[in-house]
């Protein structure tokens, strides 16, 4: 069994910075790619941006160049870093994982971490 556990949401004022971080536990062999997603009240699940085993990075024209994500393979954790942040920013953020376990691939979702950003 795999977990993706999310922390580092909040309160923040526009403008000003959050981090987030995703731990994977459990029986892991290899994650693929890791990717944040987030979805606002009556939205869609938007993916915001992607990252690969060896480093290789995709964003989502709304948050290039302000959001950055990162990861530490020996740890199995992803990283967003949020700067500038907007009203519009505020959702439940989710990260997804592509694990593989052994013969078996699939994909995780962490329970979602709430960043709600103030005008």
């Known amino acids: 069994q795999v977990h993706l556990v999310e922390s580092g949401g909040g309160l923040v004022q526009a403008g000003g910075s959050l981090r987030l971080s995703c731990a994977a536990t459990?029986?892991?062999?290899?994650?693929?790619?890791m990717a944040w997603y987030r979805q606002a009240p009556g939205k869609q699940r938007d993916l915001l941006a992607t990252?690969?085993?060896?480093?290789?990075?995709n964003y989502a024209d709304s948050v290039k160049g302000r959001f950055t994500i990162s990861r530490d393979n020996a740890r199995n954790t992803v990283y967003l870093q949020m700067n500038s942040l907007k009203p519009e920013d505020t959702a439940v953020y989710y990260c997804?994982?592509?694990?593989?376990?052994?013969?078996?691939?699939?994909?995780?979702w962490g329970q979602g971490t709430q960043v709600t950003v103030s005008s």
């Open positions: 997804n994982a592509h694990v593989c376990s052994g013969y078996r691939c699939n994909d995780y």
């Open positions: 459990g029986s892991i062999f290899s994650i693929n790619v």
């Open positions: 990252i690969t085993s060896g480093g290789s990075t």
